[in-house]
C-alpha cells in the first residue's frame, strides 16, 4: 500500500468551512492593507498640512516683529543698533555683525 491508499478525503462541511477560512483571512488582509494605506494618507495629509500652518505662522510672526519694529522712531532703532533700511534683514537674518560684538570692558592696552 501506498500514502495515497491511506489518504481520506476531507468532508464537504469541512472543505467548505476550511475555504471559507481562507476567503474570509483573504479578505480581512486586503481590508487592513487598505485601511493602513488610508491612514497612511490621512497621516501624510496632515503632517503636509501642520508644515504649512507651521510656515504661515512663521512668516506672521516676521511680518508682525516687522511692522513692530518699524513703529519706533529712529532714534529708538539707533539704538538698537540698526538703522530703518536694515529693519527687514535684521528680523529676517538676524542683527548686523557689529551689533553683536560687544567692546570689552576695562583697560585694553
Aim: charged share 30%.
Amino acid at each position: 500500500m501506498s500514502e495515497n491508499d491511506e489518504f481520506v478525503p476531507l468532508s464537504l462541511p469541512f472543505q467548505m468551512e476550511r475555504l471559507a477560512r481562507i476567503y474570509r483571512s483573504r479578505a480581512m488582509n486586503a481590508f487592513a492593507r487598505g485601511a493602513v494605506r488610508v491612514l497612511a494618507g490621512w497621516l501624510h495629509d496632515l503632517v503636509v498640512l501642520g508644515a504649512l500652518l507651521l510656515r504661515r505662522f512663521a512668516k506672521q510672526r516676521l511680518r508682525r516683529a516687522i511692522r513692530e519694529l518699524q513703529r519706533f522712531d529712529d532714534r529708538l532703532l539707533a539704538d538698537i543698533g540698526i538703522s530703518r533700511s536694515e529693519i527687514e534683514s535684521a528680523v529676517r537674518d538676524g542683527l548686523p555683525r557689529r551689533v553683536l560684538v560687544r567692546p570689552l570692558r576695562g583697560n585694553v592696552s
